[in-house]
């Protein structure tokens, strides 16, 4: 549905409705010119199972798994709008089923197949960010007073990547603030309210 030039997924009165699935910096633009006047609610899924269905083969589950932290990829090219209090954040955990096909020109890492379709098997959980706090939580329990992006990665068992992506995003919406800087890195402490 058009609004002010751009294409809005759902409208229910004063609220949109933006289901992304790809990048969020696609729609920093649209967030831009809509989100003073208007309430949005964007939907993001990430896919924490994939099963594999290729022709005469039966599904199986792919190794790859995804995660809440993941939303972290997305919100690096749009950091600061979810401090913006018309902007709610919903991560919606999924199950899919990647339908393949045989693909003499797939790249190497896909086997030679190619994804011709995703489709929903299940939804498994739904995380709701409406504030800078709801994303700060996401980091670990014991953190220490000071602490670097190795400390959020082994307490988050995910990636030193993923808490670097974490910490850029969160000290851009003021959850935690650079403390100082050695051979080990960035320190970081919790922002004091």
Same mark, same amino acid.
């Given at each position: 549905m058009p609004l002010k030039g751009f294409v809005?997924?759902?409208?229910?009165?004063?609220?949109?409705?933006?289901?992304?699935?790809?990048s969020f910096g696609a729609m920093g633009r649209k967030l831009d010119h809509l989100l003073d006047e208007h309430r949005i609610l964007l939907v993001h899924p990430i896919a924490v199972e994939t099963y594999l269905q290729r022709p005469g083969r039966k599904a199986r589950k792919s190794p790859r798994r995804g995660s809440i932290f993941d939303v972290f990829d997305?919100?690096?090219s749009i950091?600061?709008?979810?401090?913006h209090p018309n902007l709610t954040l919903e991560?919606?955990?999924?199950?899919i089923t990647a339908v393949q096909q045989a693909n003499p020109r797939a790249r #190497?890492?896909?086997? &030679?197949? @190619?994804?011709?379709?995703?489709?929903? #098997?299940?939804?498994l &959980?739904? @995380?709701?960010?409406?504030?800078?706090?709801?994303?700060a939580e996401l980091l670990p329990d014991g953190l220490p007073r000071e602490f670097t992006t190795a400390d959020i990665a082994t307490g988050s068992s995910v990636s030193r990547n993923m808490a670097q992506r974490m910490a850029f995003c969160l000290r851009r919406l003021e959850a935690i603030s650079e403390v100082h800087r050695?051979?080990?890195g960035?320190?970081?402490?919790?922002?004091?309210s």
């Open positions: 809005v997924d759902i409208r229910r009165s004063d609220l949109l409705i933006e289901i992304q699935t790809s997305e919100l690096v950091p600061t709008l979810l401090d991560v919606v955990l999924v199950s #190497r890492g896909r086997g &030679g197949y @190619r994804t011709l379709d995703r489709e929903l #098997r299940e939804v &959980g739904v @995380r709701r960010f409406e504030s800078v706090d709801d994303l050695t051979k080990a960035i320190h970081y402490a919790l922002a004091t």
